[in-house]
């Protein structure tokens, strides 16, 4: 099972991460038990995992798959999780090259913090399909949600070898310099993403984050007006362009944009 080295946590990214609440992000030591941690097996206990199992699930010629993927989908959008990775395993036995398959799994364990079960099926589909870097830049952002920035580059620079114009992995890779402290080299990869896909959600916000750590305050203010015009339901744009309003000595408006924010927030 392939490995991935926590990358240690200077004192600027301590700030970094205390400004995008991520402090204590870390995760936590796992069991370093086989690959299939989950005991493969036609039902979960659960009545309603089992009460689930869709007409059709089982034909002539064997499990459908179709019929067993929306049931996994079911399980895990309800927010069972232990019947949604028990469902996707269930697909996964029968076909184990199924790439939604492992793609959608990978979520699901990465939403219950297990890191290297998430990896573990990203890791099989980027082997399953290896020209894709929409795959690559998926695993790339889920190591940096867990701190493996050095892998996360790696990830993000294959997939930008792939395909150079790849907006996403240009955004992915600004969020982990910006986490790393990196603000400059995080304004110039999120300006690039924006460059290529002007509708990018979340990548003026994180823009004008970068411009604000940077001091660049008259820029950062033009780039978040625009971010609030484009994604309106953004409190946290909101709250950042009160915060960049208060350091130009503009407390009036700041209080404005802090108001707007804890309406969009529904506070």
Excluded: W
């Amino acid at each position: 099972m392939r490995r991935y080295r926590r990358a240690r946590t200077s004192g600027r990214e301590q700030a970094i991460e205390e400004q995008f609440d991520t402090e204590g992000m870390e995760a936590e030591p796992l069991p370093q038990g086989p690959d299939d941690d989950f005991s493969l097996r036609p039902f979960a206990e659960g009545d309603a995992y089992r009460d689930e199992l869709p007409d059709g699930a089982v034909t002539e010629d064997g499990p459908d798959i179709d019929t067993l993927l929306r049931r996994a989908r079911r399980s895990a959008g309800s927010g069972r999780y232990r019947d949604g990775v028990q469902a996707y395993l269930d697909v996964l036995e029968v076909a184990q090259d199924h790439l939604q398959a492992r793609r959608e799994l990978a979520r699901l364990l990465e939403s219950g913090e297990d890191a290297e079960g998430a990896l573990r099926h990203l890791d099989r589909a980027i082997e399953l399909a290896p020209g894709r870097p929409d795959i690559l830049t998926e695993r790339g952002a889920l190591k940096a949600r867990f701190k493996y920035y050095t892998a996360a580059i790696a990830d993000l620079d294959d997939a930008l070898k792939l395909e150079p114009s790849y907006a996403p992995a240009h955004f992915e890779r600004g969020l982990v310099q910006l986490r790393r402290g990196r603000a400059q080299e995080a304004a110039g990869e999120f300006r690039r993403a924006l460059e290529i896909q002007d509708d990018l959600t979340g990548a003026r916000y994180y823009l004008g984050e970068s411009l604000n750590l940077l001091g660049q305050y008259d820029s950062a203010i033009t780039v978040l007006e625009v971010a609030i015009d484009r994604e309106p339901a953004d409190a946290r744009a909101y709250q950042l362009l009160g915060r960049v309003m208060d350091r130009c000595g503009r407390p009036e408006e700041a209080m404005t944009m802090y108001q707007k924010a804890r309406e969009v927030a529904g506070r």
